[in-house]
């Protein structure tokens, strides 16, 4: 043990230098397979730097374990350890080469699907060269069993505590790095890929282990009596459809478009006396869409993937962390589930890559048909910005794979370029930038803001030389606030008022067109949230909602429910708007009598109660609505390779 300490030189000459030697191998060799199987995106010096150490806590963890064994036991630990976690390496790369993607829980526990998919291809996605990856393990045992090196012998608890410290240590010193690369990286963990980069592919694994773990003890603790009082309140909530409306739009195709950071104050706003938005302004005029100029976004950390979720099922997302992320393998009744019932293919379309907030996995959870990310579009460095494919080349690329589908279809398209933090490439935009004081982000706003408006002018126009304008409702939505309170001085510049906490509230407005061929559309004033486009799109479909067990309700319904809930408890409605315990009067924005307001706080809490138990406990495994089929998530998969090859098979 003091030798240990005295000499380095003689820590690998000496009694644990097999084991040294083992670390080192196996980091290295975790390094190469980053270089040549993983496309991780690494684009700046730190995530270079982290790619380099992130083996390393792992490697100190899980072979350190060895040295608590007995005597010679800790050789074959050692080899034991090295093998399986050469083996979860190898697992891994295999399973990306075909499916880009790494392998997480729910993927194991349905090997049908996913192994089934591999099925005989698994051997030719393998290649000789491959035993490179167990050189190491290989070379372990011959130079013990040659005894070129010393094995480990006698007790080495002490040594192993300290590797075991020393594990947590890298660890610790490796996530503050990457936090401080990428924050909330763990809470709101958004893409495996960022995992894996950020931490490494072993350090992932314990990661989603403990993360699905978490799942599965919520969901295990319900069963089917827990879904009624959910039910009762639901149906007790229920807003009947509009007469006037329900049906207008009965077995037309469906668009959605997830506007990006489109908050609703930029409508009508103006530059040096140009719009921002002329042609999302021009939606708001002579009837061409109905115009919600009073919906809120209720997303939380899942941001865009939150308000999906919402679009999708009319439940809000989780109130900490992802739920695409964290309840993917949850039963949803979901729009393209229910709209499959009534005839209807769908597809989401989306220029960036389809593990981003785990799209992959939830959709077929929802029942998507087809998910076009960026594996089918071209994702040059002229036509990207940020996280995937600029909204003019994304729609433009879209067209061919939109008119491809059976008809009816329900579609999403996912726009990217008006993200944080807005700047567009040079040539991209001839727009005149805000000048409000803050040049790296707010002013930039403007310009992305126009792009993406010129490109849903040219998506409209795209739809209507394809001929499907006339017969496809188009629904617009801004995802959440693009502008965060950070630039609350520049914000007040460009709404001309002081930023309080209330008006704050006021900006997270998000703008939503309706546009129904042969509809006269109007402004519709209604107070509402994102979990009430569910409902309202529906009842244009002529698809009665009675039976789902939705949190919103149809905006254009006389019953509609006009107060609104923020993802964190806070709420706003047409009188006033609750924000960090007070409750202010909407018309004068002064403090007003909270006591007058209790009942409507406590509502909204409940109404987030009741979502979360749906959510959490995956109530809707229970309950199966009139005419809905149930969706099999085993039933879809979206490989590229894979649909190309079923294609050429038909
Ligand atoms: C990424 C895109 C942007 O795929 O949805 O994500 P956001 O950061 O806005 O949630
Ligand atoms: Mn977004």
Do not use: C
């Not at 005295?6 to 060799?29: C, D, Q, T, Y």
């Not at 739009?249 to 921002?276: C, H, P, R, W």
């Not at 924000?579 to 009598?593: C, I, Q, R």
């Amino acid at each position: 043990m003091k030798k240990f300490f005295k000499s380095p030189k003689g820590l690998l000459s000496g009694s644990l230098s097999v084991f040294f030697l083992a670390i080192i191998l196996f980091w290295l060799k975790t390094y190469i397979a980053y270089q040549i199987e993983f496309d991780l995106g690494i684009d700046n010096k730190i995530q270079k730097f982290l790619l380099f150490i992130n083996p390393l806590s792992s490697t100190l963890l899980f072979l350190g374990l060895a040295l608590l064994f007995r005597k010679r036991g800790q050789n074959v630990m050692l080899i034991i350890m090295n093998f399986l976690l050469s083996f979860l390496l190898y697992a891994n790369l295999v399973y990306y080469r075909f499916f880009n993607d790494f392998i997480t829980v729910p993927v194991l526990l349905q090997t049908k699907t996913n192994a089934g998919q591999l099925g005989d291809s698994v051997l030719s996605l393998m290649s000789p060269w491959d035993v490179f990856y167990f050189t190491d393990t290989i070379l372990l045992i011959l130079l013990l069993v040659f005894k070129v090196v010393k094995p480990l012998s006698g007790n080495n608890r002490r040594p192993a505590a300290f590797v075991l410290a020393a594990a947590v240590i890298v660890f610790l010193f490796n996530l503050g790095l990457a936090e401080k690369d990428r924050p909330e990286l763990l809470t709101r963990s958004f893409d495996r890929n960022y995992l894996v980069k950020y931490l490494g592919t072993y350090n992932f694994t314990i990661y989603d282990i403990i993360q699905n773990a978490k799942s599965s003890s919520q969901r295990a603790m319900a069963d089917s009596s827990d879904i009624v009082d959910v039910e009762n309140y639901i149906k007790a909530n229920h807003a009947a459809p509009n007469p006037e409306y329900f049906g207008k739009a009965a077995g037309m195709n469906v668009v959605y478009v997830s506007m990006e950071s489109l908050q609703t104050f930029i409508i009508d706003y103006k530059i040096n006396d140009l719009e921002v938005t002329p042609f999302l302004n021009s939606l708001t005029r002579n009837g061409e869409a109905f115009y919600f100029n009073n919906v809120f976004h209720q997303t939380g950390q899942g941001k865009t993937s939150d308000a999906e979720f919402m679009m999708e099922t009319s439940l809000f997302p989780m109130s900490q962390g992802s739920v695409f992320v964290n309840k993917a393998q949850n039963t949803y009744q979901a729009m393209p589930g229910i709209l499959k019932t009534k005839g209807y293919t769908s597809a989401a379309f989306h220029g960036n890559y389809k593990t981003f907030w785990n799209r992959n996995e939830i959709y077929k959870s929802f029942g998507y048909d087809k998910f076009f990310d960026a594996e089918y579009y071209d994702m040059s460095e002229e036509n990207t910005k940020n996280y995937g494919m600029k909204d003019i080349p994304f729609f433009e690329q879209s067209m061919p794979l939109l008119t491809g589908l059976k008809q009816p279809f329900y579609t999403k398209f996912i726009t990217l370029s008006n993200h944080f933090p807005f700047k567009m490439d040079e040539g991209d935009t001839d727009f005149p930038a805000g000048n409000f004081g803050d040049n790296n982000v707010v002013n930039n706003y403007f310009q992305s803001a126009h792009y993406m408006d010129q490109a849903l002018e040219k998506f409209f126009n795209d739809l209507k030389t394809a001929g499907l304008y006339d017969n496809t409702v188009v629904v617009l939505y801004g995802d959440h606030y693009g502008i965060s309170e950070n630039h609350n001085e520049a914000m007040a510049n460009v709404i001309g008022k002081e930023i309080t906490p209330f008006e704050n509230a006021q900006l997270q407005r998000v703008p939503v067109f309706i546009h129904v061929p042969g509809v006269k559309g109007e402004k519709i004033e209604s107070f509402g949230g994102q979990v009430d486009l569910m409902p309202t799109v529906l009842h244009l479909l002529g698809i009665d909602t009675k039976d789902y067990l939705q949190m919103g309700t149809d905006l254009l319904s006389p019953e509609h429910q006009q107060t609104v809930p923020f993802r964190n408890g806070d709420l706003v409605s047409p009188e006033i708007t609750f924000v960090g315990g007070k409750v202010y009067d909407n018309a004068t924005g002064e403090l007003a009598d909270q006591t007058l307001y209790k009942d409507q706080i406590d509502q909204v809490s409940t109404r987030l109660k009741i979502s979360d138990e749906i959510v959490y406990k995956d109530l809707l495994r229970f309950y199966t609505p009139q005419g809905f089929t149930p969706i099999d998530p085993k039933d879809y998969q979206y490989v590229k390779k894979a649909n190309q090859k079923e294609e050429k098979q038909k």
